[in-house]
């Protein structure tokens, strides 16, 4: 089984050097998912008042939202072989354009895992899950009201993220986040989860050869990662 074209993948975990050489499908590895499961943890300290019961005969908690939240993502699929092209730096020399086995593919996945958050050729620091979108930051259909009644597969795609919209933002004074809601293009949309890969397992299965099944939990993070030794 070989990969299908990039424009037909919908899930894509990013290289941290994306962000310095990446442009289009640079240093960015496809991965066929065939369920996502997202989870947003909310962390509230909650506080029993000592004898609230006995004076309102019912009993009362306090509770402390102060805004942290774990927010997680795991991916099941399959890996396939796949055309993949890296580039370490500016200079054209750098580039490496190959085709991996499904196997392959399991192996390297592995190996940057593995990886520290210091190497930014391994560091995957990065996830990128294309959603359909008909509303943009500003609660306004992307097209009009073409966009209202639109089937779901005509729709543009945007990048998920746990942004707000912009018109949501009045109080939190972070501007419009226009470009968490605007439609992707593979040449110049940098926007992805931030995070790293807590964990990444591999079945290879006689019954699904030559594919590999795969699971891989995600975090969102602001990941400290000052790369001295590059």
């Known amino acids: 089984m070989s990969g299908e074209a990039f ?25 066929f998912a065939d369920s996502i499961s997202i989870s947003t943890s909310k962390m509230v300290a909650n506080m029993p008042v000592p004898f609230s019961g006995a004076v309102r005969g019912e009993s009362l908690n306090l509770a402390f939202d102060v805004g942290q939240a774990t927010k997680t993502v795991q991916i099941s699929g ?11 730096n500016t200079d054209s020399n750098s580039l490496r354009e190959v085709n991996l086995t499904s ?3 399991a192996q390297l996945i592995h ?35 073409e966009d ?11 990048p998920f993220t746990f942004k707000n919209r912009g018109y949501d933002n009045d109080f939190a004074s972070l501007g419009s986040n226009a470009k968490f809601f605007t439609p992707f293009n593979s040449e ?26 795969f699971n891989l939990d995600f975090e969102e993070a602001v990941v400290l990662a000052d ?3 590059d």
Do not use: C, W
Request: charged residues 20%; hydrophobic residues 40%; aromatic residues 10%.
């Open 111 to 145: 190996s940057y895992v593995d990886g520290s958050s210091f190497q930014d050729d391994q560091n995957m620091s990065r996830l990128l899950i294309l959603i359909p979108s008909r509303v943009d930051h500003d609660f306004a259909y992307h097209n009009g009201a």
């Open 148 to 158: 209202a009644d639109k089937d779901i597969s005509e729709l543009p795609l945007i």
């Open 7 to 31: 424009n037909n993948f919908k899930v894509f975990i990013e290289l941290a050097r994306r962000t310095e050489v990446g442009t289009g499908f640079m240093n960015r590895i496809p991965l």
């Open 227 to 229: 790369n001295f030794l």
């Open 78 to 88: 399959m890996l396939l072989g796949q055309h993949i092209k890296k580039k370490k």
């Open 188 to 213: 110049t949309t940098e926007v992805a989860l931030t995070g790293f890969i807590r964990s990444f397992n591999t079945t290879m299965s006689g019954a699904e050869f030559p594919s590999v099944g």
């Open 103 to 105: 196997f392959e593919m």
